[in-house]
């Protein structure tokens, strides 16, 4: 069955180091989504992204956050600067259009980024 | 502001047994609601998605129903297993958004031998 891959599954990082989180939707996905959820809390949107381009952020997406598709079948996103409140597990998800709003969002395992 | 309430926060249930878990959503306008299950440490997984035309849906033991009027979901776990422990998050999505989903923070089940 396809499947949402997510590297790496654990990065620990300085405050004030970059970090790059990367992914690899369902291959015939047109629609990615980095969410994140803090431990203990709700799963929260960042970003949504199609054709190329964000096409929703939330206000957690500021411009500490960017988002690219670099080749045919990654996805990332980068943090620029790390802050001790950027500890979370990030998640990337896909869907396929063909179901208009009601398609299922298919989500990654994860990535646990830890900020010292 | 859009919000998606769950209820109850945890709950223990005997193996074979049945549960109800309860959402309230104040998304507004309403597109879809979903029901995901997340394991720990995991992402979470498409259990159910209805529209607010459907008022039923079922995934083998699992069984949403969603009032629109009164904005209400439940999901009905039946004759629990051992691998249903999980979070079960109720997620709501608005019609003006492609996948802004706004989640609840979950349920979280055990269900013990």
């Known amino acids: 069955e396809p499947e949402v891959t997510q590297t790496p599954s654990h990065q620990v990082t300085q405050m004030g180091q970059e970090v790059i989180l990367r992914c690899v939707p369902i291959?015939?996905?047109?629609?990615f989504y980095w969410y994140r959820q803090i431990l203990g809390q709700k799963v929260e949107f960042l970003v949504s992204?199609?054709?190329?381009?964000?096409?929703?952020k939330s206000e957690i997406f500021d411009d500490q956050f960017s988002v690219e598709r670099p080749d045919g079948s990654n996805f990332t996103l980068k943090i620029r600067s790390t802050k001790l409140e950027d500890s979370a597990m990030y998640f990337c998800?896909?869907?396929?259009?063909?179901?208009?709003?009601?398609?299922?969002?298919?989500f990654g395992e994860g990535s646990r980024l830890t900020v010292l | 502001k859009n919000q998606v309430e769950q209820s109850p926060q945890s709950l223990i249930i005997l193996e074979g047994k049945n549960c109800t878990l309860q959402?309230?959503?104040?998304?507004?306008?309403?597109?879809?609601l979903r029901w995901y299950k997340q394991d720990t440490g995991r992402g979470p997984v498409s259990l159910t998605i209805?529209?607010?035309?459907?008022n039923t849906k079922s995934n083998g033991r699992y069984t949403a129903t969603l009032d629109a009027d009164t904005k209400q979901s439940s999901l009905h776990i039946t004759a629990s297993q051992l691998s249903d422990s999980a979070s079960y998050i109720c997620?709501?999505?608005?019609?003006?958004?492609?996948?802004?989903?706004?989640f609840g923070a979950g349920t979280q089940v055990v269900v013990t031998p």
């Open positions: 998800a896909s869907r396929d259009m063909g179901q208009g709003r009601t398609g299922e969002l298919f």
């Open positions: 291959s015939n996905h047109l629609y």
């Open positions: 992204f199609y054709n190329n381009e964000i096409s929703e």
């Open positions: 959402c309230n959503y104040t998304v507004s306008p309403f597109s879809n």
């Open positions: 209805m529209t607010f035309s459907e």
């Open positions: 997620v709501v999505s608005a019609t003006d958004s492609w996948g802004k989903l706004q």
